[in-house]
C-alpha cells in the first residue's frame, strides 16, 4: 500500500520517563529505516574504558578490494536504487565485517566506515607527499 508504520517512535519531552507531546526524537520504520532528530548515532569510546590502543593497520588494500554496488531488494523491485556492498562479496575481503543473523548475513557498517576513515588518512599522507615532491621539482 505504500504506507509504513512506525514500530517505535519516541519524542523529546520535559518529564523524565514520558514520551511527551513534543518532537518526535526517534523512529523505527516498518521498511527498516531509523530516523533521529540529530543524525547521531554513537558508540561508548571512553579512554578510560579500553585497553591494548594501538594505531590501527593499514585499510588501503581492503578497501580498495571492496565492491561497492548499487542494487534494489528482490522483495521491493520497482523501489529506489541503493548503494552498499553485498555480504558474500565483502567476506573475502575483509570476512570480520560480516556477521549472520537468523540465516540472513548482515555488514557491520559502522567498522567499514571506520576502515574508511583510516583509509583516508593514508590517502592523504600519499597526497601530501606527491605534493611535496611535485613542489620541490618544480622548485628544482
Known amino acids: 500500500s ?18 511527551g507531546s ?10 527498516g529505516n531509523v530516523e533521529n532528530t540529530n543524525n547521531s548515532y554513537g558508540q561508548i569510546s571512553d579512554e578510560t574504558l579500553k585497553q591494548d590502543i594501538v594505531d590501527a593497520s593499514s585499510q588501503w588494500n581492503d578497501i580498495k578490494n ?8 528482490k522483495d521491493n523491485p520497482t523501489g529506489d536504487l541503493q548503494i ?3 555480504a558474500q562479496e ?4 575483509s570476512a ?14 559502522s567498522v567499514l566506515y571506520m576502515k574508511a576513515v583510516k583509509c ?14 611535485v613542489a620541490a621539482l618544480k622548485a628544482s
Open 2 to 19: 505504500g504506507v509504513l508504520d512506525k514500530l517505535l517512535l519516541n519524542r523529546h519531552s520535559g518529564t523524565l520517563g514520558s514520551t
Open 22 to 31: 513534543g518532537t518526535i526524537s526517534f523512529t523505527v520504520w516498518s521498511n
Open 66 to 73: 571492496i565492491k561497492v554496488r548499487k542494487f534494489r531488494f
Open 84 to 86: 552498499g556492498v553485498v
Open 90 to 93: 565483502l567476506e573475502t575481503v
Open 96 to 109: 570480520g565485517l560480516v556477521s549472520m543473523n537468523e540465516g540472513v548475513k548482515t555488514v557491520k557498517y
Open 120 to 133: 583516508l588518512q593514508e590517502a592523504i599522507a600519499k597526497i601530501e607527499a606527491l605534493e611535496t615532491e
